[in-house]
């Protein structure tokens, strides 16, 4: 960018923002240190936009991106933003920005650069109050790809306690597990019939730091060996979040060490490729445990998107109430699936929620509500001699609408993999069923084992791998979200300007 162009350059940034930076300011950035600003020219060598950034030592950064009025969609705006990349490339520098979170078409074209949204800081813009949403890529447009050749010395330590689960493992750079440790949590919330939050949080308290000793003695490795912490940062419940991500952190800091924060459902996907799996992309997972039920579509580690969910209870949500109604142990989908085992499915007809839907979603809560009336007109004996079979009927309806639902996801986009992952991944009839329709379809199933299926710390380290780390000591104040969504690493405000 010349001088000559600023003129044209104060046009633009006039013409596009509402409170549009200063002459002053935008001749101040030409020469700012680390600047780098460059203007895109049309046929007849007018300005048609310009591209504000600045060359940080560790990070560049886009300040301002503008395209004028009579140049708008004719791909002026990513030719701007590919000649900055492709200088960031060449230095081996990350990309930072923030685009306005309902500036769709931004946001698009930043994600098909290869961008990634961050977090999102509240409130940023201050003309309308709107947020921001931080994207970053990572150098070579390699979106968090292969973090493990970037650098990793040593293995990263995982820790996962967003529920009922205390787990913690150690993860080789490559991706081996090294060991794998959990504690579950069931035999404490068993006699309240559910997850008491607070008891959770404590009983993390109590036992994280054994299991973590654990999972390093396992792994023979010391504290010293390590190359950076992992943690599950949300979704979950918040005190039990807060304990892993403040044993992360301190552990991290004590070595001044990198810290990796994981999204939970980011994990549950990494379980189809934890260990070194190598199957064809693109994939849809069924995530289905206690708390979630939904379909993803994964094009590689780090690019997915939520197809569709559950409206009402979560798939294991349903076989627990359903194991608790019929009189089985706690939480009872293990329970009640054994006992469907030797049950005939064919005797009770219970409702497939949403099966004539096309939609990928799922509803759970009609089929709880049949089986309560079912069980309400029968005698104590009838239920007795009948167990078996209302167990197989029942549980055939959710795995029938799992099964149909992501089958017809896999149709839909394409899919050469259909992968399996949540606690309910341990049913025996949904592995069947899943396993025999992928054959007809002609796709890859993962039905990975079931110890990464359930909450576990093995598939926090795989997803940290693919997944944006925080050096010391930016993560300082990092903390725990209860409801990080999909495709979102970082709790609000984590990062500051
Ligand atoms: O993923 P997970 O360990 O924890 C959550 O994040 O919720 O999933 C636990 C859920 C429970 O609802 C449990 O009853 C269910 O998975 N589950 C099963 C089976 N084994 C565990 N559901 C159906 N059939 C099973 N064999
Ligand atoms: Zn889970």
């Given amino acids: 960018m010349r001088a000559g162009d600023l003129p044209a350059v104060v046009m633009i940034e006039r013409t596009s923002f509402t409170s ?26 007018d300005v048609a936009g310009f591209l504000m950034g600045r060359r940080y030592p560790d990070m560049w950064h886009v300040l301002d991106l503008a395209v004028s009025v009579a140049h708008r969609r004719q791909g002026v705006a990513r030719g701007l ?18 685009a306005r979170e309902n500036n769709a078409g931004a946001v698009a074209l930043y994600e098909s650069e290869g961008f990634v949204a961050l977090s999102v800081r509240k409130g940023y813009y201050g003309d309308t109050g709107e947020n921001a949403l931080v994207m970053v890529r990572e150098a070579g447009g390699g979106v968090h790809r ?8 040593g293995p990263v330590l995982a820790i996962e306690s967003s529920c009922d689960d205390t787990a913690a493992a150690v993860i080789a750079p490559g991706g081996q597990i090294l060991s794998s440790v959990s504690h579950s949590q069931d035999a404490i919330h068993e006699r309240y019939g559910g997850v008491v939050p607070e008891v959770a949080s404590r009983a993390h308290v109590e036992r994280l ?70 199957t064809p992309y693109p994939m849809i997972t069924l995530v289905a445990s206690g708390g979630h039920t939904m379909l993803v579509r994964v094009d590689d580690r780090v690019t997915f998107k939520l197809l569709g969910q559950t409206l009402d209870d979560a798939a294991g949500e349903a076989f627990d109430k359903g194991a608790r109604l019929l009189g089985l142990g706690y939480p009872g989908g293990r329970e009640l699936d054994e006992l469907a085992e030797r049950g005939d499915a064919s005797r009770y007809s219970f409702p497939v929620g949403l099966k004539r839907s096309t939609l990928p979603n799922f509803s759970f809560s009609g089929v709880k509500t049949a089986l309560y009336y079912l069980l309400r007109g029968m005698s104590t004996e009838e239920r007795a001699a009948n167990a078996p079979h209302i167990a197989a009927s029942y549980r055939e309806a959710i795995v029938s609408a ?8 896999a149709r839909q986009e394409g899919a050469a993999t259909i992968a399996i992952t949540g606690g309910v991944a341990a049913n025996s009839l949904l592995r069947r069923r899943l396993a025999e329709e992928g054959k007809k379809a002609r796709v890859h199933v993962v039905l990975p084992r079931l110890s990464y299926c359930t909450d576990n710390a093995a598939m926090i380290g795989a997803a940290a791998l693919a997944g944006p780390r925080l050096d010391y000591p930016e993560y300082m104040d990092l903390d725990a979200s209860a409801s990080l969504p999909l495709g979102r690493w970082l709790p609000e405000a984590t990062i500051r300007p």
Wanted: charged fraction near 20%; glycine fraction near 12%; proline fraction near 4%.
């Fill in 20 to 45: 549009p930076w200063t002459s002053e300011m935008l001749a101040a950035e030409m020469d700012a240190e680390f600047g780098w600003s460059t203007v895109a020219t049309d046929a007849r060598g």
């Fill in 81 to 98: 933003v590919r000649e900055f990349l492709q200088a960031a490339d060449g230095a081996g520098r990350p990309v930072l920005l923030e």
């Fill in 146 to 153: 292969g973090r493990s050749d970037r650098g990793l010395g």
């Fill in 209 to 278: 730091s054994a299991v973590v000793s654990e999972a390093l003695r396992e792994a023979d490795c010391r504290v010293d060996d390590l190359s950076g912490v992992a943690v599950t940062v949300g979704p979950g419940l918040i005190g039990a979040l807060l304990v892993g991500v403040q044993t992360a952190k301190a552990i991290a800091w004590s070595k001044r060490l990198p810290l990796f924060p994981v999204n939970h459902l980011h994990g549950h996907l990494a379980a189809a490729w934890l260990g070194g799996l190598q």
């Fill in 402 to 409: 799992l099964v149909t639902k992501t089958l017809r996801a």
